[in-house]
T-cell receptor, first 114, second 116 residues
Framework: AQKVTQAQTEISVVEKEDVTLDCVYE???????LFWYKQPPSGELVFLIR??????QNEISGRYSWNFQKSTSSFNFTITASQVVDSAVYFC???????????FGAGTRLTVKP | ETGVTQSPTHLIKTRGQQVTLRCSSQ?????VSWYQQALGQGPQFIFQ???????GRGNFPPRFSGLQFPNYSSELNVNALELDDSALYLC???????????????FGPGTRLTVL
């Protein structure tokens, strides 16, 4: 069974604070892909990152960084020096290698206050 | 390059009616996937269309059906609407068929369906 858990329903921070969004997944597949998407109020899902299960290197892209730990089945997302424009709902998702399905978590609503 | 577009933006229907939602894929993309996102939840995969045929389906009943046209645009049809069908319906296009792991999906803004 595939499952993604985002335990944090809502997070509120003040601008310039760092914030980490947690994602824990369950899968029996040895090959799989993990994703993070941002959903602003407009509703469109914006792709942030995709990682495959064989690549545990952490990644940094500007103020965004991701920590993939297979040992704990986690794929956490950190925003450094948050900005008001980062306010959105963030989704973590999991997709098996040979399946068209993409299983999303319930999302974390991030509010960054000025 | 034109992104993924969906129509209509909003729609209100009553229980038992039928609805058709439309999606135009991004230029050059031949595969369309549909997702249902209930309020406060993550999107759920409905099905994918490639070369005008269904290419994978999630856990949705047969009253959810789709079409893909030669220009790769797609329709999602829902018959016998139920109150629980109220949701944001998202369409995503990709360059080729298969899972999103190997084929990045680009999402449209969605159609918000309300069933009364």
């Amino acid at each position: 069974a595939q499952k993604v858990t985002q335990a944090q329903t809502e997070i509120s921070v003040v601008e310039k604070e760092d914030v980490t969004l947690d994602c824990v997944y369950e899968t029996r597949d040895t090959t799989y892909y993990l994703f993070w998407y941002k959903q602003p109020p407009s509703g469109e899902l914006v792709f942030l990152i995709r990682r495959n299960s064989f690549d545990e290197q952490n990644e940094i892209s500007g103020r965004y960084s991701w920590n993939f730990q297979k040992s704990t089945s986690s794929f956490n997302f950190t925003i450094t020096a948050s900005q008001v424009v980062d306010s959105a709902v963030y989704f973590c998702a999991l997709s098996p290698n040979n399946n068209n399905d993409m299983r999303f978590g319930a999302g974390t609503r991030l509010t960054v206050k000025p | 390059e034109t992104g993924v577009t969906q129509s209509p933006t909003h729609l209100i229907k009553t229980r038992g009616q039928q609805v058709t939602l439309r999606c135009s894929s991004q230029s050059g993309h031949n595969t369309v996937s549909w997702y249902q996102q209930a309020l406060g939840q993550g999107p759920q995969f409905i099905f994918q269309y490639y070369r005008e045929e269904e290419n994978g389906r999630g856990n949705f009943p047969p009253r959810f059906s789709g079409l893909q046209f030669p220009n790769y645009s797609s329709e999602l049809n829902v018959n016998a609407l139920e109150l629980d069908d109220s949701a944001l319906y998202l369409c995503a296009s990709s360059l080729r068929a298969g899972g999103p792991g190997r084929n990045e999906q680009f999402f449209g803004p969605g159609t918000r369906l309300t069933v009364l």
